[in-house]
């Protein structure tokens, strides 16, 4: 097993310290990789810090700011080989409420597409040209059950999203799989980080599995996907969710 040793990984959204971001960053790193984790507040300098790797502050909605992250892990690290996508579902000092949809305006619908799709987008398209003249990469986006798979009120532009995040997923699969490139996406359930509410905890308790699950089961799936083994597995999408989907009736 060479898995990710060596490799350049970049990892968005990984600010929180309890958060799946960087959970996937610690896994790397035991793995042996190069990493920079990157958020939009300087607390990822404290992440980095407690991993001893880079960082770099990012607004991943801003394409100028995507081009200015890559050319800096470049400089300092090489080409990036391996880009986790986590980034996504809040950013910090931006709130927005959950309500039907009819209800969304213009610009609250913008901004959940700007945060759950459109960071994944500009990272990966900024990544691929020279995954693909390299003839290798690994992309792994971090999704949702909740839009692939099953909804929740009040939230249909978060859904809308993730959803998307399937299908960009899919679609890069496809036109970059002969370039050496994979891309897959991980579908969290209910996993218990700082920002689970009582709510959340409880509807954990109700999966097949009993409890919630943590950023680090999330993050031995990305690490496999993101591994020189998992070549071809590309276009998956795996649920990491405790059986939560599997069941009609929930307790």
Not at 182 to 195: D, H, K, M, R, Y
């Amino acid at each position: 097993m060479t898995g990710v040793s060596g490799q350049v990984a970049l990892v968005t959204g990984a600010g929180s310290a309890g958060g799946i971001g960087f959970a996937i960053a610690r896994a790397l790193v035991a793995g042996g990789a190069k990493v920079c984790v990157t958020a939009t507040t300087p607390r990822i300098h404290d992440r980095a810090a407690e991993l001893g790797v880079m960082s770099h502050i990012a607004d991943l909605t801003d394409p100028a700011q995507v081009a200015g992250l890559f050319a800096a892990v470049e400089a300092r690290l090489g080409p990036v080989t391996t880009l986790i996508n986590n980034a996504g579902m809040v950013q910090t000092g931006k709130d927005i409420d959950r309500q039907p949809l009819a209800g969304w305006s213009d610009q609250a619908w913008a901004l959940h597409m700007a945060l759950n799709i459109n960071t994944t987008f500009h990272c990966c398209r900024a990544a691929l040209p020279g995954m693909a003249a390299r003839a290798y990469g690994r992309i792994v986006n971090i999704s949702s059950v909740t839009g692939p798979l099953v909804a929740i009120d009040g939230s249909s532009a978060y859904a809308t999203a993730k959803a998307g995040i399937t299908g960009m997923t899919r679609s890069i699969a496809l036109e970059y799989g002969r370039q050496g490139i994979t891309c897959n996406a991980v579908l969290p359930g209910w996993i218990q980080t700082e920002s689970s509410s009582e709510a959340e905890i409880r509807a954990g308790q109700a999966t097949p599995a009993g409890r919630s699950g943590t950023p680090g089961e999330v993050a031995a799936c990305a690490l496999f996907l993101a591994s020189r083994e998992a070549s071809y597995v590309t276009g998956a999408m795996l649920v990491v969710d405790g059986g939560n989907t599997l069941q009609e009736i929930k307790g």
